[in-house]
């Protein structure tokens, strides 16, 4: 009988490899012979390729069909793309030209403007602008007949 306790790494590692050296014999032979079982793959005779040769019209009557049922989804994608970058382009246009009429104000009164447009109040207006309540009041007034107030709220 063997002694396996006097088994080391080195006889367990070259059992191993023995071991492993038949399985990938085994495995490749499996492969040889799935090979040899197929057949080798039949290419048409002269006469066949004649009778199905296409004249460069016909070619091109499949190609763009092709080219149709291809293309005709992504042109679709690009279109409607293309319509809503024109929609948000239209709208920034109204905007500018809102902006446009407008008549201008003056330097001073330009930050209060936006702050009322931001929704702040009066008192607040007038402490970051250095500015009285009253007028505070005034550009929140001209900034709400302007629709300008509840834009940009944050």
Do not use: F, H
């Not at 809503?84 to 001073?108: F, K, S």
Request: charged share 25%; proline share 6%.
């Amino acid at each position: 009988m063997i002694d396996l306790s006097a088994i080391g790494w080195k006889e367990a590692a070259l059992v191993a490899l023995v071991i492993l050296a038949a399985y990938m014999g085994y495995a490749l032979m499996r492969l040889s012979m799935m090979n040899a079982r197929q057949p080798p793959p039949q290419l048409p005779s002269s006469a066949e390729l004649a009778r199905r040769a296409l004249t460069p019209d016909d070619v091109e009557v499949q190609l763009d069909a092709l080219l149709d049922n291809r293309l005709a989804p992504l042109m679709q994608a690009l279109e409607a793309r293309l319509d809503l970058i024109e929609d948000r382009i239209d709208g920034v246009c109204r905007r500018i030209e809102t902006v446009n009429q407008l008549p201008p104000v003056a330097p001073q009164y330009s930050e209060a403007l936006s702050l009322a447009a931001r929704g702040l109040s009066a008192e607040d207006i007038a402490d970051q602008c250095d500015m009285s309540v009253g007028e505070a009041e005034l550009v929140r007034t001209l900034a709400k007949s302007r629709g300008m107030t509840g834009e940009g709220t944050a």
